[in-house]
C-alpha cells in the first residue's frame, strides 16, 4: 500500500519550485505559479527524471516534451501508464496535475518497493503544458502525442503575455525537446489512468469520496478580436463611435446568457485593449472565450448562437461599425472513457470504500486522459477539492483524500495490467 | 501675416520624432505616437528651444518640464502667451496639440521678422503631457502650474503600461526637469491662447471653419478595480462565481446607459485582466473610465449613478460576490473662457471670415487652457478637423484651416496685448 507520508512530503517539497501567491501562514499555505516550458517547470522535470531513474526506470522524453518513465514488465509491449501534469496556472494550486504525477510516482516507488512484477511495462508520464495557461492549447503534448495537432503547429504557439517567446524555442531552451517521436502510434501505450483532483463542488456536496470519471465536457476555445475606430474620447459623440470595448461588454454579457440557456459554461480570462489609453476609444479589443457543455451538440449550439450574436452585435452602431473576428485556438470533444478502465477504477475504489462513498462523474475540466482515451483504453479518479475550488492558490484537498485517490490509482493500475 | 508654408513645413518635419501609424501612400500620411517624456519627446522639445533661441527668445523650464519661450516686450510684466502641447495619444494625429504649438511658433517668427513692438512681452508655451496617456492625468503640467495638482503627486504618476516608469524619474532622464518653479504666482502669464483642432463634428458639419471657444465640458478619470475570486472556467457552475470580467461587462454597458440618460459620454480605453489565463476565471480586473458631461452637475449627476449601479451590481452574483473599488485618477471642471479673450478671437477671425463662418463651441476635451483659466484670461481657436476625428492616426486638417487659424492666433495675442 501507498506511503501517504512520503507521498505528500514529496508532492510539498517539490512546490519550491514555481510557488505561488501565499494565503495562510503555513509552509504549504501558498499557491503555485509553475507555467509550462518556464525555469521552474525545468526544475521540476529534474526531479522527475531523477526520481524515475533511481526507481530504476527508463525515462524517455518525445518531440513535444512528454515525459515517460517506463518499468519492464513480464512480456515486453505497451505499458499501462499513469499520468499527469506537472505544469500549472498562474494562480494555480498545490494538487491539479501535480496530484496525479505524485500518486503515479509513489505508486511506481511501491511497486519496486515490493519487486512486483507487471504483466506489462508500467509507466508514469508528465505530459507537457496540459493547463494551456502560457500556450494557449490545452492538452497540448498530449494532444500531439494523440495526433490531433499537429507537432509544427503545437512548437509554433507563442506566450499568451509575450507572443515573442515561442512554444518550441522554450522547450528547447530548457533542455526537454526530445528525441522520441511524440506520437500513440511510435509510442503506443496500453492503457492511461489519472488521478485529479474534481475542481468541481460535486463530491465535496455530495460528501463523496472517489469519483469514477464517466466523462468530460466538450469545450472550445477562441481569440475574439473586435475592431473599432480610435477616436477622443471627449469630442465624439456615441452616434460617430465604432467603439469595440462597448461591444465586447455587450458581447460578454450576451454569451453568457447563450451559455445559461444552454446549461452550459463560458468564461472570458484574457483581456486586452489597444492601443490603451484613458481618453481613446480603443481601435480593437481581444479576449479569450472558453465555453462548454457536457455534450458535442451543446458545444456546438452555444457556438452558432454565439457567433449569431456577434453578427447581429457587428449591424448595430450608428454611423460606424465594428467587426466581430473568431479566431479558434482550441477544440476539445466531449469523451466516455472506456467500460475497462472504469470498472477497474469502481472496483478498486470499492476495495478501500464502501459504495456509497463512490460515484460516477463527469469532468468539467480537460485532462491529458481526454486525449489518450482516442488511443487506449482510458480511466480517471477523481478526489474531493475544498468548496470544489481550483485554478486559485486556495485549492486544497486532505492528505487522507489525496492519499486515498493514489491507492485506488495504484490498484487500478494493478487490476488493468492483470485482467 | 502668417507664413503658412513654413508653418506646415516645420510641423510635418518635426514629426519625424515620433511617427506613429502609416494610414496612406503620401509622405505625411502617418500618425504620431510621441507619448509624453520619451525619447521623441526629448528630440522634440530640443528642437522648440532651439528654433525658440534662435528667434532671441529665452526659454525657461520649470519644474514639470513645461518650456516659456518668452521675447521682451516695451514694457516689463507678465507676458501675453500662446501655448499647446508637442505630445501625442499613442494612436494619435498630426494636429492635436502639435499644430497649436507650431502656430505660436510661426506667430512669433511673424512678431520678430517685422520687429513688431508689443507693450509687454509675447511667449510662446509647450506644455508637458497635456494628453494624459501615458501618466494618467491630462493637462499635466499645466494643472501643476495652476495649483491644482501637487507637484510631487505629479511626479510620483506611474506609466499606464509599466508602473515601473515614474514620471519624474522619465522628466529627469530625458534631461527636462527645470529650475523654475512651476506655478502661476512664481511664472504668471498675462493671457494664454490656444489654437487647437476641434476634434469633434461641429465644425466640419456646420461647413464653418473657425470656432470661438465659450467653454469646456467636465471630466472625470477613475481606474475601477473589480475583485473576484479567481476559479476554473470549465468546473464552477455559474452559481460558484465571483466573476469580475462578467461584472465588468454589467458595469460597461449600464455605466453607457447612465452617460447616456444624463447626454454626457462614458469611454473606456484601458483595461486588464488578472491572472489572464483562457481557462482561469480572473481573480481582478482593472480599467480605466472616463465621463464626461457639458456642466460639472451633470458629471456629478454620472459620477453618483454610475457608484449607485456599482453599488447595486456588487450584490449580484449566487454564492460568492464581487467587490468594486474607484480610484480617482483626475477631475476637471468645467471651463468658461474670459470674454475678453473670446472678443479677441471673435474680432481677429471676422477680420479674415464672413461672421457666417464663425461660430461660439464648447471644447469637447480638455486642454491645457482649462488651467490657465485659473490664473489668467484665455481663450482658445478651433479649426475643423476631418470627419471630427481624432486620437487617431488619420487625424487630418487643411493646411488653409490650419494656416487661418494660426493667423486669428497671432491677431488675437497681439489685440489682447494692445488691448
Ligand atoms: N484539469 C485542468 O485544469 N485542465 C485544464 C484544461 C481545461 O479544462 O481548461
Ligand atoms: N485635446 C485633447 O485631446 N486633450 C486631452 C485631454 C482630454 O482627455 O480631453
Redesign the pocket.
Known amino acids: 500500500t501507498v506511503n501517504g507520508e512520503r507521498m505528500m512530503e514529496s508532492l510539498h517539497d517539490t512546490c519550491k519550485w514555481g510557488t505561488g501567491t501565499r494565503w495562510g501562514p503555513g509552509p504549504n499555505d501558498t499557491g503555485m505559479c509553475r507555467l509550462t516550458l518556464t525555469d521552474s517547470d525545468k526544475s521540476v522535470r529534474d526531479w522527475f527524471k531523477a526520481e524515475m531513474e533511481g526507481l530504476g526506470c527508463k525515462v524517455s522524453i518525445d518531440a513535444m516534451g512528454n515525459m515517460f518513465a517506463v518499468r519492464p514488465g513480464q512480456s515486453a509491449g505497451a505499458p499501462t501508464a499513469m499520468g499527469s501534469h506537472l505544469d500549472t496556472?498562474p494562480t494555480g494550486g498545490r494538487y491539479?496535475?501535480i496530484l496525479g504525477v505524485h500518486a503515479a510516482v509513489e505508486a511506481m516507488r511501491v511497486v519496486v518497493e515490493n519487486g512486483v512484477q507487471t504483466k506489462y511495462p508500467l509507466a508514469v508520464i508528465n505530459w507537457t503544458n496540459?493547463?494551456?495557461a502560457r500556450f494557449p492549447k490545452?492538452?497540448h503534448g498530449s494532444s500531439v502525442w494523440a495526433g490531433t495537432l499537429p507537432l509544427d503547429k503545437a512548437l509554433a504557439l507563442t506566450d499568451v503575455a509575450d507572443p515573442t517567446l515561442i512554444a518550441g524555442e522554450e522547450l528547447a531552451r530548457i533542455g526537454y525537446a526530445g528525441e522520441m517521436e511524440c506520437s500513440a502510434k511510435a509510442n503506443p501505450l496500453a492503457a492511461h489512468f489519472e488521478l485529479?483532483i474534481e475542481?468541481g463542488p460535486v463530491l465535496p456536496e455530495n460528501k463523496q469520496r472517489i469519483g469514477v470519471v464517466a466523462g468530460g465536457q466538450g469545450?472550445k476555445w477562441y481569440t475574439i478580436t473586435i475592431r473599432g475606430r480610435d477616436s477622443h474620447a471627449g469630442t465624439t459623440p456615441f452616434a460617430y463611435r465604432a467603439d469595440p470595448m462597448l461591444l465586447a461588454a455587450f458581447f460578454l454579457t450576451r454569451a453568457h446568457e447563450i451559455a445559461r440557456t444552454h446549461s452550459g459554461l463560458v468564461t472570458t480570462g484574457i483581456f486586452h485593449a489597444h492601443p490603451g489609453s484613458i481618453n481613446t476609444i480603443p481601435n480593437n479589443v481581444s479576449f479569450s472565450l472558453?465555453f462548454r457543455h457536457v455534450s458535442d451538440a451543446g458545444v456546438a449550439a452555444i457556438d452558432k448562437d454565439i457567433k449569431a450574436m456577434a453578427k447581429e452585435l457587428e449591424t448595430q452602431g450608428d454611423k460606424y461599425k465594428c467587426a466581430i473576428e473568431f479566431e479558434p485556438l482550441f477544440d476539445?470533444p466531449a469523451v466516455q472513457f472506456h467500460p475497462a478502465c472504469r470498472d477497474a477504477i469502481r472496483t478498486a475504489a470499492e476495495g478501500s470504500l464502501a459504495a456509497a462513498e463512490v460515484r460516477d462523474i463527469i469532468?468539467?475540466?480537460?485532462?491529458d486522459s481526454c486525449a489518450t482515451n482516442l488511443h487506449c483504453p482510458t480511466g480517471m479518479i477523481f478526489i474531493p477539492c475544498k468548496d470544489g475550488l481550483?485554478?486559485n492558490p486556495e485549492e486544497y484537498s486532505t492528505p487522507e483524500d489525496c492519499v486515498l485517490g493514489a491507492q485506488v490509482l495504484l490498484d487500478a493500475a494493478l487490476l488493468f495490467d492483470q485482467g
Do not use: K, R, T, V
Open positions: 496556472q491539479d496535475g496540459e493547463e494551456g490545452s492538452l485529479h475542481q469545450y472558453d476539445a469532468s468539467g475540466a480537460g485532462h481550483s485554478h
